[in-house]
């Protein structure tokens, strides 16, 4: 639902794009933009695309440059599958503000978006679930050093009444021949599982007729290190070897969210009719020890210690509108 009372305000209700990045609203639209596949090291962090609630938007002129400041209020959800297992995780906040501040003159455009996630749960499936409930138990077992540190990987681990914050600035510029764009963001959180740190990239094209070859970095720089074992559970006189397994599983767990890599794009477009684009890429990845949290990895693996590695991506893709 929409409602315009006059040229400056736009109210709008339902569900819309999260107004947390340039691409909010055409972010499934793949015909939009100039690149095959989206920056990881921005767009992959941030899985929330929707919100249902409310947006208020107030445009204005000043001079020569439009701006405008918008209001997002609402629920944000999504439900996650292990792609190794069929295990879902549904998340939730049902106190989610995004606040927004936009400039655009003649080519040139820019913006400053924050985003608030209240109250943010985690409802876990299957063996997570459980997990937690054997470590939640294992705190209170009396067992010293073991307790004190399986009651901090459970804090750290489970999110409930959370709150989260990201931080994004980007710009960009569209001209006849050269197009140019760039976003950075920040997340912040209180527990480990948050991937905290930096993400952002830069794209430029030239224009040569209906061709247009591009280029594209991204980087996501985390703020801490990957989660450490404060002592080693195997060495418990009483199942040790199990409670070595259980430690794995939960400091494996904390660091399945833990970012930090970087990526080398070339690509091209080619705009075929005025409703068909016919697009290549190729993605020079670099992945940083244990910064697989963009990654899908086994469950077996051993995320404390896995080896960073480089990853070469081609992709071919038509994308057309009606």
Same mark, same amino acid.
């Given at each position: 639902?929409?409602?315009?009372?006059?040229?400056?305000?736009? =109210?709008?209700?339902?569900?819309?794009? &999260?107004?947390?990045? $340039?691409?909010?609203?055409?972010?499934? @639209?793949? !015909?939009?933009? *100039?690149?095959?596949?989206?920056?990881?090291?921005?767009?992959?962090?941030?899985?929330?695309?929707?919100?249902?609630?409310?947006?208020?938007?107030?445009?204005?002129?000043?001079?020569?440059?439009?701006?405008?400041?918008?209001?997002?209020?609402?629920?944000?959800?999504?439900?996650?599958?292990?792609?190794?297992?069929?295990?879902?995780?549904?998340?939730?906040?049902?106190?989610?503000?995004?606040?927004?501040?936009?400039?655009?003159?003649?080519?040139?455009?820019?913006?400053?978006?924050?985003?608030?996630?209240?109250?943010?749960?985690?409802?876990?499936?299957?063996?997570?679930?459980?997990?937690?409930?054997?470590?939640?138990?294992?705190?209170?077992?009396?067992?010293?050093? =073991?307790?004190?540190?399986?009651?901090? &990987?459970?804090?750290? $681990?489970?999110?409930?009444?959370?709150? @989260?914050? !990201?931080?994004? *600035?980007?710009?960009?510029?569209?001209?006849?021949?050269?197009?140019?764009?760039?976003?950075?963001?920040?997340?912040?959180?209180?527990?480990?599982?948050?991937?905290?740190?930096?993400?952002?990239?830069?794209?430029?094209?030239?224009?040569?007729?209906?061709?247009?070859?591009?280029?594209?970095?991204?980087?996501?720089?985390?703020?801490?290190?990957?989660?450490?074992?404060?002592?080693?559970?195997?060495?418990?006189?009483?199942?040790?070897?199990?409670?070595?397994?259980?430690?794995?599983?939960?400091?494996?767990?904390?660091?399945?969210?833990?970012?930090?890599?970087?990526?080398?794009?070339?690509?091209?477009?080619?705009?075929?009719?005025?409703?068909?684009?016919?697009?290549?890429?190729?993605?020079?990845?670099?992945?940083?020890?244990?910064?697989?949290?963009?990654?899908?990895?086994?469950?077996?693996?051993?995320?404390?210690?896995?080896?960073?590695?480089?990853?070469?991506?081609?992709?071919?893709?038509?994308?057309?509108?009606?």
């Amino acid at each position: 639902m929409r409602y315009t009372p006059d040229e400056n305000w736009d =109210i709008r209700l339902g569900r819309l794009g &999260l107004n947390a990045y $340039i691409a909010a609203d055409s972010r499934r @639209i793949d !015909y939009a933009h *100039l690149w095959l596949r989206p920056p990881q090291e921005f767009y992959g962090g941030i899985f929330y695309d929707a919100i249902d609630g409310i947006d208020v938007t107030y445009r204005s002129q000043w001079d020569e440059i439009t701006w405008s400041l918008g209001a997002q209020y609402g629920r944000i959800k999504q439900k996650l599958q292990n792609t190794a297992s069929s295990e879902i995780s549904a998340t939730q906040s049902d106190q989610t503000l995004a606040l927004v501040f936009s400039l655009e003159q003649d080519r040139w455009f820019g913006r400053l978006s924050y985003v608030h996630v209240g109250q943010l749960k985690v409802d876990l499936d299957g063996n997570s679930l459980l997990g937690i409930q054997v470590v939640n138990q294992l705190a209170q077992a009396g067992l010293g050093p =073991i307790s004190t540190e399986a009651a901090q &990987l459970a804090e750290q $681990i489970n999110l409930q009444e959370e709150t @989260i914050e !990201y931080w994004q *600035l980007g710009f960009g510029y569209r001209g006849d021949q050269w197009s140019l764009q760039s976003e950075i963001y920040t997340i912040l959180g209180e527990k480990a599982v948050v991937p905290e740190g930096v993400g952002g990239y830069a794209i430029a094209g030239y224009t040569l007729g209906n061709v247009t070859p591009y280029v594209i970095y991204g980087r996501f720089n985390p703020k801490n290190p990957p989660y450490q074992a404060q002592s080693d559970w195997g060495l418990s006189p009483v199942n040790g070897a199990q409670l070595a397994e259980v430690q794995k599983w939960l400091i494996g767990g904390i660091n399945s969210t833990y970012i930090d890599q970087q990526t080398f794009s070339l690509g091209v477009r080619w705009d075929v009719t005025a409703q068909i684009a016919l697009k290549a890429q190729y993605d020079y990845i670099q992945i940083a020890d244990n910064g697989y949290g963009l990654w899908a990895i086994p469950l077996e693996a051993d995320l404390q210690g896995l080896q960073g590695r480089d990853v070469q991506l081609f992709s071919v893709s038509v994308n057309f509108v009606f």
